[in-house]
């Protein structure tokens, strides 16, 4: 068992407790991740899991909200600026689905969870959701300005990232990059026509 003087002196310890948690959640959901569990994960005392979040929803609540989407949205794009517009709006579905696969822990963990009305995960969700969709309206306007109406294909393309999760849980063995590609199509056809 660590010590007191173990626990109080190692660096980044909020943010160890935070990516512990995260994967035991994701992994297990949040009902059936107890505090003494992740405490032992973390090779602390509960108490000291205690001393940092007040209570398992406030814990997780933290777990979302450190990923800090907020910042993290302003991020560049590799887009190819000389490209058509639908391979622009492609390449774009494609770097948002790259940035959600890198973060599916989280996401798993808010559907997960939301699917089952866990309260303290519902506005969390509700405000990543209200982050994501006028940062892809804005992606849109900057890289595809061809497209009609950004406001409707940012809603697409919010639809077919979970669509393609749900894909990618239930289609483990296929390729993500595939299962992305495959989500902007949808969304190419309903903004530029068949064939764009």
Known sequence: MPT??????RPNQRDHILDTALRLMSE??????TMRQLASACDLQVAAIYHYFESKD???AAVVAERQYGSRMSDAF???????AADRLRSLFGHVWAGALEEQSIWRLLISEGMHGE??????GQALLELLEPATRGWI???????DDPSTAA???VGQLLTGFVRHVF?????????GAECAEPVVVAVFGPGA
Do not use: W
């Not at 007191?4 to 002196?9: D, G, M, N």
């Not at 309260?119 to 969390?124: G, K, Q, T």
């Open 4 to 9: 007191a003087h173990s626990v109080a002196t």
């Open 28 to 33: 297990r959901g949040a009902k059936g991740m």
């Open 58 to 60: 406030a814990l997780l």
């Open 78 to 84: 590799p887009i190819d600026p000389a490209a058509d």
């Open 119 to 124: 309260a303290a995960v519902l506005p969390v």
């Open 141 to 147: 306007e900057r890289f595809v300005p061809e497209v």
């Open 155 to 157: 809603k697409l393309i």
């Open 171 to 179: 289609e483990p063995d296929r390729d993500p990059v595939a299962v």
